[in-house]
């Protein structure tokens, strides 16, 4: 049994949590989260130290904003630095990478971890920033079976950055080592090359029926039927067609 | 007993004797010696539980399918072959409070009244877990032991973010006798596509199998017609020469008071259709909503167009002059 322990409060939810015995986790007697203390003998904990500024960060998003050809000025941007936990085995040269929290973040899985300066863990390293606990349990990795000596949880930073895209609330993880963009909410694109496309085919049908009505109001109405009754449908199968590729590709 | 008092972590099991070690709060355990189910309460400390999917990924794809595979979506859409499930476990708190009422009518006796409350304590961001009828998936689901390394296997594990204090904040209407809180992982299915440039989802009551949520993109070809329609009649107002809209007006003065209102309104209907047609032929739309319902959204549409601006102030330059003659 463990000597004699402060109840540490849980930073998932508030309630009280307690050292488990002989371990380096605390559990929380509320939400049952498994909180890694960072102190079990031969697993280290480990931060990487931020390098991209918070000044470096419109120009980062609108970079990626345009290449996912989001349109509009985003708005109400505001941005905080956190830290996530990832769980990494390195041996042989090869590093397995593991979220040691949940998150569904689209790119999160895949996430390399950056190259990067780091040390060790420690409050006073992440300053005022977020430290997201590290939850998910060494039995349920991957390589739950790897010895503590080839484990190391580590802390990587992010900055997050909120932002209003329209009449949507965008949230954007930009890695503040090596400045890759992971999109936590889905963002609205627009399809610039398709809708260029649309807007020319659809034009053209608007100048054959311009012409079709602009003969028939002369008088001229077998040219006006022909614009109206044989291209005008053309037209508007070949845009239908087109259309329906270009959306396919 | 406390979480952080040595009692609880010096329990033992009953029937061998065997220490059941890492317990520290309200737990239904089975005893690593000789596998006997124990429940651990702990007064004041939240009972862990989780729900097994009563539905499998393959149920969950298919009912993500039924949103999908509808008419006006791009056909490589409903082709594409989703992404593998998720299961996600939702933590969702329960609390069953025995109170006694603190006012009571003169003579009479208090009487002790049994309440159940249900709560999300732990909304997952860009994921309508609220959709989700919690009470009756909490009622309807097996509930086993929590076993977190078990659960973190099988699926993402979202614990909660809000403690007992803001889920069950105290009775005001009366004192509370006894409270027993309960934390209940639930689980749900995530199904994605991702198509172009977008990531679509479709989210499953993994008990019951019933869609919840689900968003999807909308064939540009979809409104095609509807676009046509409309060029045909821009292009008509545009080629009509002026002498035929004088016809038109001179039509409408002659009928009268309504043909002045009808001719004042027509400026404001030319730019409203102007407005309909732009929102419908500019913006790429999606569809959301669940197995009974689906709302069509444009995308990147800002709240107001400068055409539904234009015909905003266009409608009230004509009611003020009508206001005026007639």
Known sequence: MTTAEEPRSCPQCGAAAARDEADAFATCGFCGARLFLGDE????????????????????????????????????????LLFFPFWVRARAGVSDVALAAPSLADGLR???????????????????????????????????????????????????????????????????????????????????????????????????????FHALFRGATARGAVFLLVAGPLILLATRGIAARMEDA | MSASSHEARALSCPRCGGRLSGVTASALVACAACGSPLAVHVPGEAVRE???????????????????????????FAQLAPEAPVLLFAAVGEVHRTSVASVTSRGAAPVAHETRDVALAAPIPGV??????????????????????????SGLVFDPVKGPALLFPASRNGTSLEERLA???????????????????????????????????VA???????????????????????????????????????????????????????AWSWN?????????????????????????TLLEKAVDRTMKVTMWILNKIV
């Open chain 2, 50 to 76: 989780a729900i097994h999917p009563a539905k499998s990924a393959a149920e969950a794809v298919a009912a993500a399918g039924a949103f999908w595979n509808r008419d006006g979506l791009p056909a490589r």
């Open chain 2, 128 to 153: 309508p877990l609220e959709k989700a009828d919690l009470p009756s998936a909490l009622e309807a689901g097996a509930r086993v032991p929590f076993d977190p390394a078990a659960l973190q296997r």
């Open chain 1, 110 to 212: 895949d996430f390399r971890l950056p190259a990067g300066d780091a040390k060790t863990f420690s409050a006073r390293a992440t300053g005022q920033a977020e430290v997201v606990a590290a939850t998910v349990a060494r039995e349920a990795l991957p390589f739950a079976d790897a010895p503590p000596g080839e484990l190391r949880l580590v802390h990587v930073p992010f900055h997050e950055v909120s932002f209003n895209l329209f009449d949507r609330a965008v949230r954007v993880w930009i890695d503040a080592v090596a400045g890759q963009a992971i999109p936590l909410d889905p963002i609205p694109t627009s399809e610039a090359n398709l809708d260029r496309a649309y807007a020319f085919l659809l034009f053209v049908l608007f100048a054959a029926a311009f012409a079709g």
């Open chain 2, 183 to 217: 934390v209940v992982y639930v689980p749900f299915w995530l199904v994605r596509k991702r198509f172009r440039r977008g990531l679509y989802e479709a989210l499953v009551d993994a008990g019951t199998g019933r869609l919840l949520h689900a968003r999807a993109p």
């Open chain 2, 280 to 304: 419908r032929l500019r913006f790429r739309y999606e569809i959301e909503g669940d197995a009974s319902s689906v709302t069509f959204r444009a995308i990147n549409k800002p709240v107001k």
């Open chain 2, 220 to 274: 540009r070809t979809r409104r095609l017609l509807e676009s046509a329609l409309l060029i045909h009649l821009l292009a008509a107002a545009l080629a009509l020469p002026l002498g035929g809209w004088g016809r038109i007006a001179g039509a409408l003065v002659r009928l009268d008071e309504i043909g002045v209102i009808l001719l004042f309104l027509v400026p404001a209907g030319l730019v409203a259709l102007a």
């Open chain 1, 41 to 80: 003998p031969g697993v280290s904990h480990e931060l990487l130290l931020p390098a991209v500024s918070p000044e470096e960060l419109p120009a980062r998003l609108r970079a990626w904003l345009d290449d996912r050809e989001a349109l509009g000025a985003p708005r109400n941007v505001s941005s905080k």
